[in-house]
Nanobody, 116 residues
Framework: QVQLVESGGGLVQAGGSLRLSCAAS????????MGWYRQAPGKQRELVAA???????DYADSVKGRFTISRDNAKNTVYLQMNSLKPEDTAVYYC??????????WGRGTQVTVSS
């Protein structure tokens, strides 16, 4: 079975940094598009960042220049480095894996809270 486990969330003051990790198992990690989504209370889940197996990346406009997605295929892990955090970044962050065959998987999420 596919399992995605996020870690690294927590409470941080505005301007601070956090690094999220997502460990994947039960999936051919190197072939998957990995992404980070977030959902704040009362809002829809939105894409934060994604990275294809070849290395190309996409970011939400709101995080460009502040967040960086990366992956270590040898460790089956994807990361989200978050710098210059803002209160608006407060949300539950979810790891996502998508295969070209159409399969789509989600982690349970990790809470990120940014205080002003």
């Amino acid at each position: 079975q596919v399992q995605l486990v996020e870690s690294g969330g927590g409470l941080v003051q505005a301007g601070g940094s956090l690094r999220l990790s997502c460990a994947a198992s039960g999936i051919i990690f190197s072939r998957a598009v990995m992404g980070w989504y977030r959902q704040a209370p009362g809002k829809q889940r939105e894409l934060v960042a994604a990275q294809a197996s070849g290395g190309s990346t996409d970011y939400a406009d709101s995080v460009k220049g502040r967040f960086t997605i990366s992956r270590d295929n040898a460790k089956n892990t994807v990361y989200l480095q978050m710098n210059s955090l803002k209160p608006e970044d407060t949300a539950v962050y979810y790891c996502n894996a998508k295969r070209d065959i159409g399969a789509n998987y989600w982690g349970r999420g990790t809470q990120v809270t940014v205080s002003s």
